[in-house]
């Protein structure tokens, strides 16, 4: 059976991530949950070319490896990093809380997964922000001045004095802001479909934020401080010559 033939139903069987898709799209799978998807487009007025497209594209892996991020610059690695922050906030979080938004049943775990997850949202939404403002900021002035860009370099870094890259960086692997939510979510029996979808998308999540860490970890820190070292060598060297 072809792609567009399939009802959601079938699809989100065989890929939960077709959901995101749909939820991107507008679509509430639930009221279409035994419709084909051609049937869908019809609803919509879509092309039926161009969603199933939109539905393989999905199933690529388009995501750089390690191996590949390894060899980037600083400069590269950050602007992967902001682009992963936008799918996070974006994509898979507001999907997640629709699929939270979905679960039934009395249980206190269905009714505490529906207060944590807004303020988990809130809190990991504001930790981007102060990453991307603060550390990818700071780092973004080190290229620069690496390249020649900051007229008096000394002079900036002395106002971010602030900072430290190697305490930053210690502190960093020691987060895990997926802890309480992960434990809940791990809580949840799989009992009905949309459970299910939220353990999966949840997981999947997951996995995308611990590759995200290892690239921070591994990769962002050790080239900044490395960087931030061999500028404050050259600094000092060009103070004895003068």
């Known amino acids: 059976?072809?792609?567009?033939?399939?009802?959601?139903?079938?699809?989100?069987?065989?890929?939960?991530?077709?959901?995101?898709?749909?939820?991107?799209?507008?679509?509430?799978?639930?009221?279409?949950?035994?419709?084909?998807?051609?049937?869908?487009?019809?609803?919509?007025?879509?092309?039926?070319?161009?969603?199933?497209?939109?539905?393989?594209?999905?199933?690529?892996?388009?995501?750089?490896?390690y191996e590949e991020l390894k060899i980037c610059s600083l400069g590269e690695l950050i602007a992967f990093l902001k682009q992963s922050h936008v799918i996070f906030i974006k994509e898979c979080l507001p999907y997640i809380g629709t699929l939270i938004d979905k679960l039934k049943g009395p249980g206190s775990l269905i009714t505490d997964l529906k207060l944590v997850f807004p303020l988990f949202f809130e809190d990991f939404v504001t930790h981007i922000h102060e990453e991307e403002d603060g550390l990818f900021d700071y780092i973004k002035i080190l290229v620069g001045i690496k390249q020649g860009k900051v007229i008096n370099p000394l002079k900036k870094l002395y106002r971010l004095k602030e900072i430290n890259l190697a305490t930053i960086a210690l502190d960093h692997k020691d987060e895990d802001e997926m802890k309480s939510m992960r434990a809940l979510v791990a809580e949840l029996p799989v009992t009905e479909f949309i459970m299910g979808l939220v353990k999966k998308e949840f997981q999947a999540f997951d996995q995308l934020l611990r590759f995200h860490a290892e690239i921070e970890d591994q990769l962002l820190f050790p080239k900044a401080i490395a960087m931030e070292k061999q500028i404050w060598t050259e600094i000092m060297q060009q103070s004895v010559d003068n």
């Open 1 to 65: 059976m072809q792609m567009i033939d399939k009802t959601i139903s079938m699809l989100l069987a065989e890929n939960p991530t077709h959901g995101r898709v749909l939820h991107s799209l507008g679509v509430d799978f639930e009221e279409h949950y035994d419709r084909s998807l051609a049937e869908v487009c019809e609803v919509f007025k879509w092309n039926q070319k161009a969603i199933v497209k939109a539905f393989e594209f999905e199933n690529i892996n388009i995501k750089p490896t």
